[in-house]
């Protein structure tokens, strides 16, 4: 099986997608240090890698399929040092997703 691979930076100030690798990709802030960001429809997201760009703390990143999401989904949270929900974060995520 092949994968494709797509990236897409993430800005917290107002919150919005600053670059990514494919057209259409959008984030919605669920709460505090929770986001979801959504791939192009046909994306079926099967792994993916995320890190803070200018923070000190932890980045989880979730295939949607694993999250109670659409499998073009991607649940993120993003935690300070103390292990508590953090915003104003600036991350990168990349997900992978088989090609047919």
Same mark, same amino acid.
């Given at each position: 099986m092949n994968f494709g691979m797509s990236v897409a %930076? *993430?800005?917290s100030s107002p919150l919005r997608v600053v670059a990514s690798s494919d057209f259409g990709v959008s984030i919605e802030e669920v709460q505090l240090g929770e986001y979801i960001v959504t791939f192009p429809v046909g994306f079926r997201v099967a792994g993916c890698v995320a890190t803070q =760009? =200018?923070?000190?703390?932890? *980045?989880t990143a979730i295939p949607g399929s694993n999250s109670a999401l659409s499998p073009n989904q991607v649940r993120v949270v993003t935690l300070n040092l103390n292990n508590s929900f953090a915003g104003g974060l600036t991350y990168t995520l990349v %997900?992978?997703?088989p090609i047919p």
């Open positions: %930076v *993430i800005e =760009n =200018n923070s000190a703390g932890t *980045i %997900v992978f997703y």
